[in-house]
């Protein structure tokens, strides 16, 4: 844990990473510590990784490598997956336009009130230090995140691909007007910000970077 001087109050916690692979866990624990061992999951990732890590280089291949989808679960209309404008699901409503609010603010407040969709933003990457490793992913239900979406993307596109970024979860903690302490952590992704592992990684073959395997595992906090 760490406090960032002169700014808001920042904690910075380790990286669990998840996988199905046990070649992949194994490889994982040994570029970035921890031990791997099973837990309990329905899905795939049976494997987690609780790293040393609470800063990990990755490679974005631009905006592609971002998605932002809008998600009320629950039944009839309360059952509601959009891109902020039209329908994703249900399948009979896809592409027709779901009614959400313009505004990330009203759209907040539709949520607040159970009347609208919170957001669920996927990054996919690679790891810039075991690109071989193939494609992981993050998955974030902030809205603090989805708001800083846009700058992301214009980050990306002004920068290389596949860009060199750094992952981090920040904790934000403050206190409402009513007294109440609140925290809670995002995603941040520093884009190209790390010289020595962007060297690092231009002298590994290109081709070993190029096709991610199919295999899939999830980062997280
Ligand atoms: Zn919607």
């Not at 336009?97 to 159970?114: E, F, I, M, Q, T």
């Given at each position: 844990m760490a406090r960032q001087r002169g700014g808001s109050p920042t904690a910075l916690s380790t990286w669990r990473i998840t996988t199905g692979d046990h070649a992949v866990a194994d490889t994982l624990a040994s570029s970035y510590g921890?031990?791997?061992?099973?837990?309990?999951?329905?899905?795939g990732h049976s494997i987690e990784v609780l790293t040393r890590r609470d800063r990990v280089p990755v490679l974005l291949d631009g905006e592609a490598s971002i998605s932002l989808r809008m998600l009320m679960r629950g039944t009839g209309e309360a059952f509601h997956v959009c891109d902020g404008t039209r329908f994703l699901?249900?399948?009979?409503?896809?592409?027709?336009?779901?009614?959400?609010?313009?505004?990330?603010?009203?759209?907040?407040?539709?949520?607040?009130?159970?009347?609208?969709?919170?957001?669920?933003?996927?990054?996919?990457?690679?790891?810039?230090?075991?690109?071989?490793?193939?494609?992981?992913?993050?998955?974030?239900?902030s809205w603090?995140?989805?708001?800083?979406?846009?700058?992301?993307?214009?980050?990306?596109?002004?920068?290389?691909?596949?860009?060199?970024?750094?992952?981090?979860?920040?904790?934000?903690?403050?206190?409402?007007?009513?007294?109440?302490?609140?925290?809670?952590?995002?995603?941040?992704?520093?884009?190209g910000r790390c010289a020595s592992v962007a060297a690092r990684s231009r002298t590994r073959p290109r081709a070993d970077r190029a096709v991610p395997r199919p295999r899939d595992a999830q980062l997280q906090w």
């Open positions: 921890g031990i791997p061992h099973l837990w309990e999951t329905n899905g699901e249900p399948a009979a409503a896809r592409g027709s336009v779901c009614g959400c609010p313009a505004g990330l603010a009203d759209r907040k407040a539709a949520a607040k009130a159970g009347r609208g969709p919170t957001p669920e933003a996927r990054l996919r990457f690679r790891l810039a230090d075991l690109p071989e490793l193939g494609a992981f992913s993050l998955t974030s239900t603090d995140f989805a708001e800083e979406l846009p700058t992301l993307v214009g980050a990306l596109n002004a920068a290389d691909t596949p860009a060199l970024c750094v992952l981090q979860y920040e904790l934000v903690e403050f206190a409402t007007l009513s007294g109440i302490d609140v925290s809670y952590r995002k995603p941040v992704v520093e884009v």
